[in-house]
């Protein structure tokens, strides 16, 4: 098992910054990649951002040159900076993790922790 903890989330202004953090502990050798994900009211969550072990990332559209994600293994934490915030940007996010054993893919979420961008 896998627990995730998110924190960082909060109410910022259009075209400001949040750093949201997400710590791993348990069986994190388990791990493959982490990510997050966003969830906004009356829609699907969608990936925003995810990094592998081997530190390869890659994007949603939507926010590309303007979020990052990164990991610090000695903490197992993975980070995501959010720059030039948007009203559209506001969601719970969530923190994921995932790991395969053989063809099964085994998924762990944080609680979500909650971004608010006002115009």
């Known amino acids: 098992q896998v627990q995730l903890v998110e924190s960082g989330g909060g109410l910022v202004q259009v075209g400001g910054s949040l750093r949201l953090s997400c710590a791993a502990s348990?069986?994190?050798?388990?791990?493959?990649?982490m990510a997050w994900y966003r969830q906004a009211p009356g829609k699907q969550r969608e990936l925003v951002a995810a990094i592998t072990s081997g530190a390869s990332t890659n994007y949603a559209d939507s926010v590309k040159g303007r979020f990052t994600i990164s990991r610090e293994d000695a903490k197992n934490t993975v980070y995501l900076q959010m720059n030039s915030l948007k009203p559209e940007d506001t969601a719970i996010y969530y923190c994921n993790a995932y790991g395969w054993v053989g063809v099964r893919r085994y998924d762990y979420w944080g609680q979500g922790t909650q971004v608010t961008v006002s115009s």
């Open positions: 348990g069986s994190i050798f388990s791990i493959n990649a």
